[in-house]
């Protein structure tokens, strides 16, 4: 079973971003690293084709300056070879021109029977992007698995709900976004990091895609971003004092919350 795994390679998120302050948009220079979120795909993606006896793992990613740091993480987890887009005509492309790049990349790389992606990245987290590449594909979309399992052809998954899951069973090939915790993501291995230096990686363009620089970057973006505002201080929260009754106005505070 041929699998692809969509991994954004982002900023570290333990260095303070950095807006331009005309587009709004993250800057984006220097090292960028795996999302974690993707790890749980990339782990998921070795042991579904461990299990099924064989099989490519293929990395997708669209990232600027032809960035591998990140690739080259999931590479030495154990991922055959990657397909990476990168092109100046890429900047300030939104969720949607991210999708059709990424689902004409998941095309080049040919032979595919299950995409899989984190259900949201740390940096943009729309969440929008694994339904799109799904839609553009033509494959069914599965959201918000918490477990994964093919056989004989028939994917299942367990789609996560507030108040546990529910079973979603598809054909393939299709599109699945997998939640943080999945499964326990491998660390890579020193041989591992070392055999990731000569995987290959199929560096492409717009171009090569097929695309027109029409339908990415600024002049195909549809979104907006108008505003920035730093997000409201955390207001104190609310102090309880026991008299006899806290127990009571704890409870009703978490069923409203749902929690409980
Ligand atoms: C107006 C505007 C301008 C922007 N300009 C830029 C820019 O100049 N440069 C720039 O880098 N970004 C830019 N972005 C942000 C970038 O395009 C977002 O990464 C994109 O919109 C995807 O949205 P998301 O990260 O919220 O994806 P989500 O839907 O939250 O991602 C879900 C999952 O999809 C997969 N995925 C998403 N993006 C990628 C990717 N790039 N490669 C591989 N897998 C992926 C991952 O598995 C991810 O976990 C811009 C966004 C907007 C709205």
């Known amino acids: 079973m041929n699998i692809a795994v969509c991994v954004k390679q982002i900023p570290d998120p ?18 960028l690293i795996l999302d974690e979120s993707d790890s749980f795909g ?3 993606a070795l042991q579904l084709a461990d299990k099924a006896g064989g099989g490519d793992v293929t990395l997708i990613s669209m990232a600027p300056n032809n960035e591998v740091s990140g690739l080259r993480t999931a590479l ?8 990476l887009v990168s092109d100046p005509a890429l900047a300030g492309s939104d969720a949607l021109s991210t999708a059709k790049v990424l689902a004409q990349a998941i095309t080049r790389a040919g032979d595919v029977d299950l995409v899989l992606t984190a259900t949201e990245s740390t940096d ?16 069914p979309s599965l959201t918000f698995a918490k477990h994964v399992e093919v056989e004989d052809g028939k994917l299942t998954i367990r789609r996560q709900t507030e108040a546990g899951y529910d079973v979603v069973e598809s054909s393939l090939p299709a599109v699945v976004s ?11 291995s020193f041989k591992g990091i070392m055999a990731a230096k000569n995987k290959p990686v199929d560096q492409c363009t717009v171009a090569d895609l097929g695309l027109s620089s029409d339908d990415v970057g600024w002049s195909g ?3 907006e971003i108008t505003n920035v505002a730093a997000a409201p ?5 609310e102090k309880v004092e026991d008299d006899g009754s806290a127990h009571e106005r704890i409870v009703a505070f978490l069923e409203a919350l749902k929690v409980i």
């Open 178 to 188: 997998v939640t943080a915790g999945v499964v326990e993501p491998r660390y890579p």
């Open 233 to 237: 201080a955390r207001e104190a929260g």
């Open 14 to 31: 333990a260095v303070p971003g950095e807006l331009d302050p005309e587009s709004h948009t993250l800057h984006r220079v220097g090292k």
């Open 76 to 83: 030495a987890m154990g991922a055959a070879k990657a397909v």
């Open 124 to 139: 943009g987290y729309t969440g929008t992007v694994p339904n799109q590449i799904a839609q553009l594909l033509g494959w």
């Open 42 to 44: 990339v782990e998921m």
């Open 221 to 223: 973006a549809r979104q």
